[in-house]
């Protein structure tokens, strides 16, 4: 079963279906690159997956030791590469956590996170910079 199907759009647009779920999401390409910036961008889509990645799995591994990541975020900075070919050259995913978290569930979660499927599938030579703030 496939896991989406898309159609392109026109206008450097396409519209993806979730095949489970039905959800649609589109894209749009970013300013810088003839688009509209509209929508996310793949790139974005790409960034934006490796923190959603990250939570879900510290999500994970917070029920399983009854911790409450409730209303946890995070933000992601897309770095574009200056030369050609044009591809992501840097991730930068900032968490902000509880406070109330002890020292070894913090290291816990930090480990888990950097080890997300995502993250283990991106190429190794888009660096991953990931900060932990607990507030």
């Known amino acids: 079963m496939n ?10 647009r396409t519209e ?4 489970a779920s039905g959800n649609v999401i589109q894209t749009d390409a970013p300013t810088d690159n003839h688009g509209r910036g509209e929508a996310f961008s793949p790139t974005d889509l790409v960034c934006t997956a ?6 879900t ?3 994970i591994v917070a029920d399983r030791h009854s911790l409450d990541l ?8 897309k770095h574009m590469s200056t030369e050609a070919p044009r591809r992501i050259a840097q991730i930068d995913v900032t968490f902000t956590l509880p406070a109330a978290l002890s020292p070894n569930d913090r290291s816990l ?7 997300c499927p995502v993250a283990l599938s991106l190429h190794p030579d888009i660096k991953q910079n990931v900060m932990f703030e607990y507030k």
């Open 3 to 12: 896991t989406a199907t898309a159609r392109y759009a026109g206008h450097l």
């Open 16 to 19: 993806a279906t979730h095949a």
């Open 50 to 55: 490796l923190g959603s990645c990250m939570m």
């Open 57 to 59: 799995v510290m999500g």
């Open 70 to 77: 409730v209303n946890s975020t995070f933000a992601v900075v």
């Open 109 to 115: 979660l930090e480990r888990t996170a950097r080890t």
